[in-house]
């Protein structure tokens, strides 16, 4: 059987550039620009010092830099252990079609579409003992709840403003994955007598791994880099309570202008994101292939 060879359109291509170029300004001219910055030592506009890796040395012998990336891996874990679950269990209570689902599906993702220097001020008023619901009530059942005075307040209060923020995306994730199971999957549960936890077990949870995934990365990236909430909230106080790392960047960029440190900085949070990413992936598809596996057997 004769084969013939098509000639191939190239032209396609050209409705790439335009990604490319965008991607370009974005992310890797800019990129490049720190990676400038970050083996110099910038003493005026007209007068640069090379001085190699001495700015990475530097930040990482910061024991500020050591307690805010505590700080923030302790947020970011308890992030994922908190809004996975609950989004998981939103999404298992949400009705599966109809006009409820229509309407819980807008009444979930209202949170997702206010501003985050808006969710910061929200709670700024929330937690007021004066005239914040939450701040006055908890005074009138006899905590001492001060988010502005107490660390530990602070801390669960941002965390607390997190799952309210983010939780949705996840619900909304997990819906998805939901929806596409096919009925014959259920019907096959139902004529073999499975329980509901079985059915959740090995039906609806591997077929979410995929969503699942998706919103394991996003929320930890998204947690990772936190900065305008907590910084409308507390200011990243009480002392440094709530300064996590994207605040000890602005601090050493804006603040003290050191610019040589902070590019160093930036391209260390960068491979630490990066590197966070790499673990959890490659452990959800670990998981994934070992349920798989488990299955055949």
Known sequence: MSTINKPVN??????????????????????????NYSV???????????VGTEWFAMVM?????????????????????????????????MPAQGWRASVVLVVVALSLLIPWNVVGTIWQIFGRTDIGLLGHTLE???????????????????????????????????????????????????????????????IQLPKMRGVLMIAVLLRFMDSFMI?????????????NATTFLSQYLTTKAVGQFDLGPAAAFSLIYFFIIL??????????????????????A
């Open 10 to 35: 190239q032209k396609a291509w050209w409705l790439v550039l335009p990604v490319i170029l965008c991607v370009a300004f974005s992310a890797v001219l800019p990129l490049m620009t720190v990676v």
């Open 40 to 50: 110099q030592d910038i003493i005026s506009p007209q007068r640069r010092v090379f």
């Open 140 to 202: 009138r059942l006899g905590f001492a709840y001060s988010y502005t005075g107490d660390p530990s307040h602070a801390w669960w209060t941002v965390l607390v403003m997190d799952v309210w923020h983010w939780t949705p995306l996840v619900a909304l994730l997990a819906y998805a994955g939901l929806r596409s199971i096919p009925d014959a999957y259920y019907q096959a549960a139902r004529i073999d007598g499975a329980s509901p936890w079985a059915v959740f077990r090995y």
């Open 275 to 296: 590197l966070f990413c790499f673990v959890l992936y490659n452990w959800m598809q670990s998981l994934g292939t070992s349920d798989k596996e488990q299955g055949h």
């Open 227 to 239: 900065y305008t909430e907590p910084f409308v909230l507390t200011g990243g106080g009480p002392g």
């Open 61 to 93: 012998r910061d024991s500020e830099l050591h307690l805010a990336l505590w700080r923030q891996i302790q947020f970011s874990l308890a992030v994922l252990l908190v809004e996975i679950p609950l989004g998981i269990a939103l999404a298992l209570s």
